[in-house]
């Protein structure tokens, strides 16, 4: 498969003034197969893209429309980079004008709407989607992408969390009723919006835990691990942390082994024909500053004192593979393109 093709992709962003949204057209600006044309925001309908985003001048030639004169239901996909409870209001129009629809907020990601209204706060609008919906991991649903209409964008914790054990869950290689993932993320996790935790003063020179009595990603990392485990049970507990940076994300994930196996191998097997997970070599500490900008994750795997306890190590950047970058990769896969397609990003350094 090429990235040329015979016709351009139509795109449309719902909700283009995040750091998602703004990812999403920094990323399709150098997609040869796919052209924005609609980008929309109720508070800034009418200003140019590239009078927000600078760094979009020379690139995006559009100014943000209104949702109601948008033109979305012309476009061959739309991404929703929108708050949760957005798309699920929004997404059946869409559909029912055969649009394809990618949402990288929650509202698709769980199958069980009593336990996404218990998380987010809110009843779901669209629970005959919910079934509809393919769950947009490629690495466990690549084929399923290809044919869905409606793609649940996986979230940022658990891309790192899901794709360091599911080798280790898959292979049945672990006990799974105690799994750990300690995780931390930059700033930009929290969105782009005026919020006092946020603020240089508040996030700079400090480190902290948040959401360790329940985060909402808690559950969709423990739907994909029951996928992978084919119905055996998964005791998770996640605890993520805010770090003073404003990209990336570090998953420190411990599991006790049931039985011997060459880890290093299990890895790169697994991962083997992936294009956007690279298993690092046996010894390797990854950093986020090695996924900077790109749709990587970047993985090492370690038995420390050749013990019983599995330590992985997941780097991804949040708005990329955690978000943006996955999104566009979801949509090669839905439109029959090379899945690396607009998203040959060297990472950035320093």
Same mark, same amino acid.
């Given at each position: 498969m090429s990235c040329l093709g015979d016709d351009m992709i139509k795109v449309g962003i719902v909700g283009g003034t995040g750091y998602t949204g703004v990812e999403l057209l920094r990323l399709l600006a150098g997609h040869d197969q796919a052209r924005v044309v609609s980008v929309t925001s109720r508070q800034e309908a009418g200003m140019r893209v590239d009078q927000m985003f600078q760094s979009l001048r020379g690139h995006i030639d559009l100014s943000f429309s209104s949702p109601d004169q948008s033109g979305l239901e012309d476009c061959d996909v739309v991404f929703f980079a929108t708050p949760n409870g957005v798309a699920m209001r929004e997404a059946a129009r869409l559909l029912d004008a055969g649009v394809r629809v990618i949402d990288l907020s929650a509202d698709f990601r769980l199958s069980?709407?009593?336990?996404?209204?218990?998380?987010?706060?809110?009843?779901?609008?669209?629970?005959?989607?919910?079934?509809?919906?393919?769950?947009?991991?490629?690495?466990?649903?690549?084929?399923?992408?290809?044919? &869905?209409?409606?793609?649940?964008?996986?979230?940022?914790?658990?891309? &790192?969390?899901?794709? +360091?054990? #599911?080798?280790?869950?898959?292979?049945?290689?672990?006990?799974?009723?105690?799994?750990?993932?300690?995780?931390?993320?930059?700033?930009?996790? &929290?969105?782009?919006?005026?919020?006092?935790g946020a603020l240089l003063p508040e996030a700079g020179d400090s480190f902290k835990a948040y959401g360790v009595a329940g985060h909402r990603h808690l559950p969709e990392i423990r739907q994909g691990l029951l996928r992978a485990a084919a119905g055996g049970e998964i005791g998770l507990t996640f605890v993520p942390h805010l770090t003073p940076m404003i990209r990336g994300i570090h998953a420190t994930l411990y599991a006790r082994l049931t039985r011997e196996v060459d880890l290093q191998? #299990?890895?790169?097997?697994?991962?083997?024909?992936?294009?956007?997970?690279?298993?690092?070599?046996?010894?390797?500490?990854?950093e986020t500053r090695s996924v900077r900008g790109?749709?990587?994750?970047?993985?090492?795997?370690?038995?420390?004192?050749? +013990?019983?306890?599995v330590v992985v190590l997941s780097v991804i950047d949040n708005l990329v593979k955690g978000a943006a970058g996955q999104a566009v990769q979801n949509m090669n896969l839905m439109f029959g393109l090379e899945e690396s397609c607009g998203l040959r990003v060297v990472p950035l350094l320093p």
């Open positions: 069980d709407v009593d336990e996404w209204s218990k998380w987010y706060g809110m009843t779901h609008a669209s629970a005959d989607l919910v079934a509809q919906a393919v769950y947009g991991l490629p690495e466990v649903n690549r084929e399923a992408i290809k044919s &869905a209409r409606l793609v649940a964008n996986p979230g940022c914790y658990p891309t &790192a969390t899901q794709l +360091g054990f #599911l080798p280790l869950i898959e292979a049945g290689l672990v006990d799974a009723s105690s799994l750990i993932a300690d995780c931390k993320s930059g700033v930009s996790g &929290a969105g782009r919006k005026a919020e006092v191998a #299990l890895y790169q097997q697994r991962y083997a024909d992936e294009p956007f997970v690279d298993v690092m070599p046996a010894g390797s500490l990854p790109a749709n990587l994750c970047r993985l090492a795997v370690y038995r420390p004192q050749g +013990g019983d306890v």
